[in-house]
């Protein structure tokens, strides 16, 4: 989960791997690349950077 609520992951969309990008569960776009994730994210003020988990190994 990102800042405002949004999320984004990969999904399978008729036999094709896509990014679902969705703000409070709604949602605003699936993304065939990250340039057009990037579209959709820069018009709520977004990036991508924003939207990283960092995960520690242990």
């Known amino acids: 989960m990102g800042p405002r609520g949004w999320d984004v992951e990969l999904i399978r ?3 094709r791997t896509v ?3 969705r ?3 709604m949602l605003v776009g699936y993304c065939a690349n990250v340039r057009a994730l990037e579209v959709v994210l820069a018009r709520a ?5 924003d939207l990283v988990e960092v995960l520690h190994a242990g």
């Not at 003020?45 to 950077?49: M, N």
């Open 19 to 21: 990014f679902r990008a």
């Open 13 to 15: 969309l008729d036999g």
């Open 23 to 25: 703000q409070h569960r």
């Open 45 to 49: 003020g977004l990036t991508t950077a």
